[in-house]
């Protein structure tokens, strides 16, 4: 059942696990003989990462994880990002993959990207489940991405509207009576 607030349904759970499960075979090959730190971005990455982390056969893999602000509580990116936790191992020299719940304007990404770079790391490659390329104000792309979307304000499964709706075990769009 949807919840009220949600106007139409983008994913439902199958889709989602079907999605993450592509994302995963193609990471699986992509750095099957390297040493991956998989870095999850708080915390609208969660249901995302839990998901997509299990089906990683890498041998030689590690979890971490970051948080950024930029958006505060609206729906509007301020352009301000700001680092609230950091990695805590080591990147110098590793190939780090970032997991991140949707690319918007990419401030947070870019940002996020170039502090891991700046840390040593030899390679990073964003993983986003959602892409909304027509809001892209920095030129970033991901090389990971589960669905291009349009300028929709979408929801669920770890993707909140001001700390909301992250429970909900489907992606759908958001009313717009709600943010609006
Ligand atoms: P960016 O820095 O503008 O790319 O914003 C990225 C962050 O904005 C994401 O990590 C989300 O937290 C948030 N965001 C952007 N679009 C949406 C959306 O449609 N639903 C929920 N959060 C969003
Ligand atoms: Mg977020």
Redesign the pocket.
Known sequence: MLHKDIFEELMNEEELEKTVSEIAGRINNDYRDKSLVVVG?LK??IMFLADLFRKITIDDCQLDFMAAS??GNS?V?SGN?RITKDVDCNVKERDVLIV??????????S?IKEHLLSKGASSVKICTL?D?PA?R??PITADYTGRTIDD????GYG???SEHYRNLPYVGV?RSEIYS
Do not use: C, H, P, Q
């Open positions: 971005v609208g990455s930029s958006y729906a990116s990002v991140e719940d949707i690319l918007d304007t990419g401030n947070t990404l940002f959602f909304k809001r104000k920095k929709l304000f979408i929801v993707l909140d509207y958001l």
